[in-house]
């Protein structure tokens, strides 16, 4: 999706809702900022792994404790292990986030690939301090992601949040057959060996697959583990983007974009009900 693009989306949105003015902009400007320039969001993110800090300590004394769904039988005297996802989780991708802003495009895969390869993201506020405490407890960490570029996944990892990270820490998608955007065989094969003590993701997926469920049905199946939140599963909020926003327009990429706002645009709630 071009400027163009955006620019008659724009106007479409206007003529139907009958305003007289309305702002040429972009879905994500709001979310890339909140990200870049609010202390909110630093605080926010802080805050999870703070609290994945305090859990995982208590995990650790307490071999009952057990964070994923695929452990089975007899891991209560297996190693300590920790699974975070990358991206949004440890590592900020919001200058790529911009860069679509500044475009005016809504996703572009030769953009995400050429911004892997710079092996330049940042640390999320937190995510280092946190890696270097669960190491020193002799605790394991594992990142999970659905990212399909190891080597300079592994480098950025490497460079800004775990100097001794090699590659067989980080598991990606489609890196070995049946790994897909379903991270449920990863966790099963981490949990053959480690007892996972958190989950740490921005997506639901991270914690426990889905599929391709709508909107409400999210809502309905996250109560299932209610215990689970904040507590074992740790969720680092991104508005960015995601399943949730999949969702919306029932999972079809190759909608037309003009056709996905409007699916948008039926999800909103102008009276609590």
Not at 181 to 192: F, G
Not at 210 to 225: A, F, G, Q, Y
Not at 229 to 258: C, F, H, Q, S, V
Request: hydrophobic share 40%; charged share 30%.
């Amino acid at each position: 999706m071009n400027k163009i693009i955006v620019v008659s989306l724009s106007v479409v949105m206007m003529l139907s809702a009958g305003c007289a003015t309305q702002r040429v902009t972009h879905e994500r400007l709001h979310g890339v900022l909140w990200s870049q320039t609010s202390v909110e969001h630093s605080i926010a993110v802080n805050q999870a792994f703070s609290v994945a800090k305090e859990n995982a300590e208590k995990a650790l004394i307490d071999s009952s404790w057990s964070a994923a769904l695929e452990q089975t039988e007899g891991y209560e005297n297996l190693k300590p292990a920790v699974i975070v996802d990358v991206d949004e989780t440890v590592l900020d991708n919001s200058p790529f986030q911009a860069r679509l802003v500044s475009k005016g495009i809504d996703y572009d895969h030769a953009l995400w690939e050429a911004w892997v390869n710079e092996s330049n993201a940042k640390a999320m506020p937190g995510a280092k301090e946190f890696i270097q405490h669960i190491k020193e407890k002799g605790i394991k960490v594992f990142y999970v992601t659905n990212r399909v570029i190891e080597q300079p996944t592994v480098e950025n990892i490497r460079k800004e949040l775990d100097p001794s990270v090699t590659s067989d820490d980080v598991l990606c998608k489609k890196e070995k057959p049946g790994w897909g955007s379903d991270k449920s065989s990863r966790r099963e094969l981490i949990a053959k060996d480690y007892r996972i003590l958190l989950l740490i993701g921005d997506d639901y997926n991270d914690f426990a697959f889905l599929d391709k469920v709508s909107p409400e049905e999210r809502i309905e199946k996250s109560m299932k583990h209610i215990k689970h939140w904040g507590k074992k599963w740790i969720l680092i909020a991104n508005p960015l983007y995601g399943n949730w926003e999949k969702a919306l327009y029932k999972y079809d990429n190759k909608m037309p974009d003009e056709q996905k706002l409007k699916e948008k645009y039926k999800y909103l709630k102008e009276k609590n009900i």
